[in-house]
């Protein structure tokens, strides 16, 4: 904004605060057509945000008045076990399945783009389909897949000579792997396509320079293609943790609201579910909203810090 | 050095380089046939459960349940359609989807042009500050304000059971404005925004007379991206969708999973499934260059 006060001054060599409103009675266009984002930003972000804040230290079950209760809702969700267990569950689920996601898209985009592969727009689009196809879809197409008696991976299974899983129960063991492959099927292609652009925009002539001077596919993979992705990454990792802290959809259908057996597929966005809107806790499920928001906060930071060495903005 | 010595020298060196090429042929070729075999196991891997949700659309659930599982049609379509329209109204929530997706997308495109549009072409005060604050508003997660987006929508709004909760919250994105921003600066020259003043045009129409007809492949990429999201969204309708008539797809199809009278059958799922499923992938598969070149365009200027 300074820059926009100064130029006025040094064009018209009037007083700064005049010029600068002139610049916004002349700019009112811009204004207008920017205001629906912010009003509605306003309203359905920015508002519910700060009152789930305000939320967050009182008791409302929605009906009678809310009472303040302080950090009681924060003390009481650091000791409730179900809370720790939805947590540890959320983050075993989006570190385990996004390793393969995020390495396995990185070497399918890799391939795609090297010469040896023809019928490129042919692959994009099939590993692209599981993209398009809503969550919900796709687990129930999932939950028959690892049906126990009929389904088909069971049937594979068997015919090779395993033991059929008995994917729900248990001790809930297979849950987990069943979300995580699931996610697995969703997302790879998602992030293929996304590497696959980066890699498009990495000048030819490197790995030419590189081919010249005898680098093999592992050196040039390594030295060229990983470091000069490194903000194409780092876009993906942030957006795979928010995405991953906020899993909701495919373990609610594949398993309930409450997780399975043992609570396995339990996820902190279940959980909050749960506790917020059937059990109408509010203030407690706010505070968990804030817990959770925080984390994502913190994790993204962290992949900036790491991921992001140059960059400043994301 | 011998004539003789000299040809002998360049023939084992010619040998060599042969020998060396014919290796690297080799090893080009192998590597062809690993890739493409990764390849195609994958993206056999990623269709064949759409074609497994099609053929478990027609059996019935005696042909689900027998070993070994069939891999060709069932006979049972019909069936399955009248039973799944015994428990779920399926074209109702078909068109709830239908018309939600549209309304909601033709509102987000115009407010997320008009705001790209904005950014890009206009240095008004607090342009930086302002567009900074629409980038960070992207890192906040959804689910930092739930529970009083909620209350809002159902206590203060009354919108239970309405459009409108569905059409109007997530209409201006931030993720589309900042796409919007990128696709104006690189294709809207402002020299165009010149010659419309100076023929007159009034400074607010500049946008829908001249600029918005040159964003039409912008729209249609940024469309359909919209589009699908709000057609697969499942969490908010399941919040603010109470009645059955009133569901979309995603809410209706869980429905059916989880109706307690009738127990697991697939066959019934599945062609909820599939029946709502393919209209996207119908679409997908249309304008696929269109939907990358959108996707990515946003991606890497991230």
Redesign the interface.
Same mark, same amino acid.
């Given at each position: 904004?300074n820059?926009?006060?100064t130029a006025g001054a040094t064009r018209l060599s009037t007083a700064p605060r005049a010029s600068?409103w002139r610049?916004?009675q002349r700019?009112w266009?811009?204004?207008?057509?920017?205001s629906?984002? @912010?009003i509605?930003?306003g309203?359905?972000?920015a508002?519910?945000?700060i009152?789930?804040f305000i939320?967050s230290f009182q008791q409302w079950n929605?009906i009678s008045p809310a009472q303040w209760v302080g950090f009681e809702n924060y003390i009481r969700l650091f000791q409730d076990r179900l809370f720790w267990l939805a947590m540890w569950n959320t983050i075993f689920i989006g570190v385990i399945a996004h390793i393969p996601i995020l390495g396995g898209a990185m070497v399918?985009a890799f391939?795609?783009n090297?010469a040896?592969?023809?019928f490129k727009?042919?692959?994009?689009?099939?590993?692209?389909?599981?993209v398009?196809?809503?969550?919900?879809?796709?687990s129930?197409?999932?939950?028959?897949?690892y049906?126990v008696? @009929?389904g088909?991976i069971n049937?594979v299974l068997v015919?090779l000579g395993f033991p059929p899983i008995d994917w729900w129960g248990g001790n809930g063991e297979w849950i987990k792997p069943a979300i995580i492959i699931l996610f697995i099927?969703r997302w790879l292609?998602w992030n293929m396509?996304?590497y696959l652009?980066?890699l498009q925009?990495i000048n030819p002539e490197l790995y030419e320079v590189a081919a010249i001077d005898g680098a093999n596919?592992r050196q040039i993979f390594f030295k060229i293609t990983l470091p000069l992705m490194q903000p194409?990454i780092l876009?993906t990792l942030?957006l795979s943790t928010?995405g991953a802290?906020?899993i @909701?959809?495919e373990p609610y259908?594949l398993v309930?609201t409450t997780g399975g057996t043992n609570n396995a597929g339990l996820t902190i966005?279940m959980y909050?579910?749960d506790r917020?809107?059937r059990f109408a806790h509010?203030g407690y499920?706010?505070a968990m909203?804030?817990v959770?928001?925080a984390v994502?906060?913190f994790v993204?930071v962290l992949n900036i810090r790491f991921f992001g060495r140059s960059r400043t903005?994301? | 050095m011998t004539p003789s010595e000299t040809t002998r020298l360049i023939e084992t060196a010619r040998r060599n380089a042969r020998r060396k090429s014919r290796a690297k042929r080799w090893r080009?070729l192998t590597?062809?046939i690993v +890739?493409?075999g #990764?390849?195609m196991v994958?993206?056999f891997?990623?269709?064949f459960?759409?074609y497994?949700?099609f053929i478990?659309a027609t059996q019935s659930t005696n042909q #689900?349940?027998?070993?070994?599982?069939q891999f060709t049609p069932g006979d049972s379509l019909l069936t399955n359609y009248q039973t799944m329209l015994s428990i779920i109204p399926f074209w109702r929530n078909f068109a709830n989807s239908v018309f939600v997706g549209i309304t909601h997308t033709t509102l987000a495109l115009l407010?997320c042009s008009? !705001?790209g549009? $904005?950014?890009a072409?206009?240095?008004?005060?607090?342009? *930086?500050?302002?567009f900074?604050l629409?980038?960070a508003?992207m890192?906040?997660?959804? #689910?930092? !304000?739930?529970?009083?987006?909620? #209350?809002?929508i159902s206590?203060w709004l009354h919108w239970i059971n309405r459009y409108e909760a569905l059409i109007?919250?997530?209409? $201006?994105s931030?993720f589309g404005?900042f796409w919007m921003r990128q696709y104006v600066q690189e294709s809207i020259p402002s020299e165009l925004l010149d010659a419309a003043r100076i023929d007159g045009c009034h400074? +607010?129409l500049i946008?829908f007379r001249i600029v918005a007809p040159l964003l039409m492949p912008a729209f249609a990429a940024l469309g359909i991206m919209i589009f699908?999201n709000n057609?697969?969204? +499942?969490?908010g309708p399941l919040?603010v969708m109470q009645d059955k008539s009133m569901y979309t797809?995603?809410?209706s199809?869980?429905l059916?999973?989880?109706d307690p009278r009738r127990g697991f059958d697939?066959g019934v799922?599945?062609l909820g *499934?599939a029946m709502?499923?393919l209209p996207?992938?119908i679409?997908?598969?249309a304008a696929?260059?269109r +939907?990358?070149a959108g996707?990515?365009l946003g991606?890497?200027k !991230?």
């Open positions: 904004m820059q926009f006060i600068l610049e916004i700019n266009v811009a204004y207008v057509y920017i629906p984002f @912010f509605l930003f309203i359905f972000g508002f519910p945000i009152y789930s939320l929605g399918l391939i795609i090297s040896a592969v023809r727009h042919f692959y994009r689009s099939a590993y692209f389909l599981p398009v196809t809503s969550p919900v879809a796709v129930l197409i999932f939950s028959t897949l049906g008696r @009929f088909l049937w015919t099927w292609g396509i996304i652009a980066g925009g596919l194409i876009f942030v928010v802290m906020t @909701f959809d259908l309930g966005a909050l579910y917020g809107f509010l499920a706010s909203a804030y959770v928001s994502i906060v993204s903005e994301v | 080009q590597r062809e +890739f493409n #990764i390849l994958g993206a891997l990623s269709a459960p759409f497994w949700m478990l #689900i349940f027998s070993w070994p599982p407010f008009m !705001g549009y $904005a950014f072409m206009y240095r008004f005060p607090g342009r *930086t500050w302002l900074a629409l980038l508003t890192m906040v997660p959804w #689910i930092a !304000g739930i529970v009083p987006w909620f #209350i809002l206590k109007i919250p997530g209409a $201006a931030a404005i400074e +607010f946008f699908i057609w697969n969204a +499942f969490l919040l797809l995603p809410v199809l869980a059916l999973r989880q697939a799922q599945m *499934t709502a499923t996207m992938l679409v997908f598969l696929t260059r +939907f990358m996707l990515t991606a890497l !991230g």
